[in-house]
């Protein structure tokens, strides 16, 4: 029967609960009494563990070696029980991460509980070891802690409201005094919290558990988040934030900064505590707003203001603005619509971002972001401080924005140098029927470069540059004395575009550089001076002149490589000086004259062509020298000291781009 029982009542079963143990013996008792059963030969141990410092040990391992697998754990007091060990000297063992190993010695009585109640623990490395834990101070939602480490180390605080813990906060610096902050907290709540550091040896040393409670709120708790919807209509921001946790609020107050500016309260009446957004009906364009939220309570205590990001908002600009670059980036969500009569200044080093869509659909491009200049605006940056427009977005597309676009003012023509724009869908700059200065200005991957309409008398426009053009960089219609000087056109469909239908039109182009895909140069020209030009078209065409309806249209000292060099479809330019070749050697035409007669075309070099004149023919001076370029990598257009070419023009100089124009303003040469 006792066989029998000891496999029905295993010993196992009762390892860890000695009432359950003592109840099921006081069952079994009756059914044994006078069959000489001996009395339980186990007793059981109580103890408590402390550290040099006098703090309780938790989570220390307690057995006996007569006994392993009799193992509990020191709970958050330092105390442990141990129900079940065999009755004599038993030899028990104490084991921490934290501490050395500990061995105590204790007498266990049959039927009786024996006592440890101040077991010590030697710290196991004092180098490391995490010392003076304590809860600095307290309030409804944060708590502060500090404690010392024998060498600086960098530490973790854990937290939580059991002794699971679940948040850390990990320090950034090493140090041997050690401050942490817990925020966002609950009020009235209680919560467990401790330290934590990892050793050389990649061992993680633990303070005992703190347990703490926050104390009631009297301010509520600010809301933990306050943020912008996007923008969809002028004038209209939408500031949302989420609930406060404190259970005493019972409203909100929204707050506006404008440019920087005090707080100030735009909500009206207080906002009831269920709803969570208020509308800005007020703001004004060109100006940038910082958006708060704060909670009130039943007693009308504000809690601490929550503040959104910066916005800047777009749209008509309706008084004298100033952009600085401390406001950039700026983010274009929209358009900016510069009045008539408004000044706007925008300084060296800002940066406009803009985005994909037009928010508001004020513009002539309601689909696309526009600069509308319509009053004066001032955007002068400096080499080393371009002013910039980027795609706000990775990955702009060429047709992102509509560009800037310059109309007619009423405070004078506005300034533009050191810009810098890209991703324009027609035009990267479109100026009518006003005269800005434009110089240093530089356009790339977009659908245009610069269109030029209606302008009388504008400055000279100098040191431009465009890049990655799909269609034209240049394009002239109907301008008076529109003047163009070192300017550079690299990966173009076409270089410049000009049409005129006035007798005064003229077109100055020197010094510049064009390398385009299609056509170089292409125009209805009433008078005209193109002189120091690089046209590089290996494919196309490099001039192209449907029109050239007066004497007074030059084409000198230029270099032009292209597959057909000049086209003239009417009129009789002075076309003199150049070189004109095919670096493929397969060229069509030189010069090409479709109209009626034969004209000559004196002092010109024109080699690699398969008919040097197409309806033409050479005049005096002609030549057709291989042209002598330097080379390399890049190419070098310059000839060589002992290139012919050197002493070939009209007046025994250099031919070509780099030789000496003596047309200038219309005035032939000497």
């Known amino acids: 029967m006792i066989a029998m029982?000891?496999?029905?009542?295993?010993w196992m079963l009762f390892k860890r609960n000695r009432f359950f143990f003592l109840a099921a013996c006081l069952l079994i008792i009756p059914l044994f009494y006078g069959c000489g059963i001996r009395a339980s030969n186990t007793g059981g141990l109580l103890g408590r563990v402390f550290n040099p410092d006098g703090d309780v040990v938790p989570n220390a391992v307690v057995y006996s070696l007569f006994r392993e697998d009799e193992k509990v754990t020191s709970g958050l007091d330092g105390s442990f029980n141990i129900p079940e060990l065999p009755a004599g000297r038993n030899n028990i063992v104490i084991t921490h991460p934290s501490y050395k190993v500990g061995?105590?010695?204790?007498?266990?009585?049959?039927?009786?509980?024996?006592?440890?109640p101040n077991i010590k623990l030697e710290w196991a490395t004092a180098s490391l070891w995490i010392s003076d834990f304590q809860l600095e101070s307290v309030s409804s939602s944060s708590a502060k802690f500090i404690w010392k480490t024998q060498k600086p180390v960098i530490c973790t605080l854990e937290y939580g409201l059991d002794t699971g813990y679940g948040t850390k906060i990990h320090e950034q610096k090493a140090d041997s005094t050690h401050e942490v902050t817990i925020t966002g907290l609950k009020s009235e709540t209680l919560y467990h919290a401790r330290s934590s550091l990892v050793d050389e040896k990649n061992v993680t040393w633990y303070s005992y558990d703190l347990s703490f409670k926050t104390t009631p709120d009297y301010f509520p708790t600010p809301p933990t988040r306050v943020y912008l919807s996007p923008l969809s209509n002028y004038s209209l921001i939408t500031v949302n934030w989420d609930f406060s946790p404190s259970s005493i609020v019972k409203g909100y107050r929204v707050f506006r900064s404008e440019n920087g500016s005090d707080w100030l309260q735009i909500s009206g009446d207080d906002i009831d505590s269920k709803t969570n957004y208020f509308t800005d009906r007020k703001a004004l364009g060109g100006k940038f707003y910082t958006y708060g939220v704060r909670a009130l309570s039943g007693d009308a205590a504000l809690s601490a203001i929550t503040t959104t990001k910066r916005i800047f908002m777009p749209g008509y600009i309706e008084e004298t603005t100033t952009l600085t670059a401390s406001d950039s980036p700026i983010e274009l969500y929209s358009d900016i619509i510069v009045r008539p009569g408004v000044n706007l200044y925008v300084e060296p080093g800002v940066e406009f971002r803009i985005a994909s869509q037009d928010a508001f659909?004020?513009?002539?491009?309601t689909e696309r972001v526009e600069f509308l200049v319509q009053g004066f605006v001032s955007l002068q940056g400096l080499p080393l401080s371009p002013i910039k427009f980027v795609p706000l977005e990775i990955g702009g597309k060429r047709d992102l924005w509509a560009g800037i676009h310059i109309q007619a003012g009423e405070t004078g023509d506005s300034l533009f140098a050191y810009n810098e724009l890209s991703c324009c869908k027609d035009w990267g700059i479109l100026v009518e029927n006003c005269n800005p200065s434009i110089t240093d200005m530089t356009v790339k991957f977009s659908g245009g470069g610069m269109k030029l309409s209606g302008v009388r008398s504008?400055?000279?426009?100098?040191?431009?540059?465009?890049?990655?053009?799909?269609?034209t960089a240049i394009e002239i219609r109907n301008c008076t004395k529109p003047s163009f000087q070192d300017v550079e056109i690299t990966q173009a469909g076409a270089g410049l575009r000009a049409w005129s239908n006035n007798y005064e039109d003229q077109v100055t182009f020197k010094e510049s550089r064009i390398e385009a895909i299609n056509g170089g140069i292409f125009g209805f020209f009433n008078r005209s001076v193109f002189n120091n030009l690089l046209v590089l078209v290996p494919d196309g065409t490099g001039v192209d002149i449907e029109v050239a309806s007066s004497t007074e249209n030059i084409l000198d000292h230029c270099t032009i490589d292209a597959n057909i060099g000049v086209v003239i479809a009417s009129g009789n330019p002075i076309i003199e000086n150049n070189i004109i070749f095919s670096s493929k050697l397969n060229g069509k035409s030189g010069i090409k004259y479709l109209q009626t007669g034969v004209p000559q075309f004196p002092y010109n070099d024109i080699n690699g062509f398969t008919t040097a004149y197409d309806g033409c023919a050479a005049g005096e001076g002609a030549a057709v020298f291989k042209p002598d370029f330097v080379g390399g990598v890049p190419f070098d257009y310059n000839l060589l000291t002992t290139s012919p070419l050197k002493r070939n023009d009209r007046n025994g100089l250099e031919m070509g781009r780099y030789g000496t124009s003596f047309f200038n303003n219309f005035m032939f040469h000497i």
């Not at 029982?5 to 295993?10: A, F, G, H, N, T």
């Not at 659909?361 to 491009?365: K, Q």
């Not at 504008?458 to 269609?471: Q, R, V």
């Open 5 to 10: 029982l000891s496999r029905i009542l295993p």
């Open 103 to 116: 061995q105590e010695y204790v007498e266990v009585v049959s039927n009786q509980l024996a006592e440890l």
């Open 361 to 365: 659909r004020l513009g002539f491009d």
């Open 458 to 471: 504008s400055p000279p426009f100098t040191n431009l540059k465009f890049n990655d053009i799909a269609s």
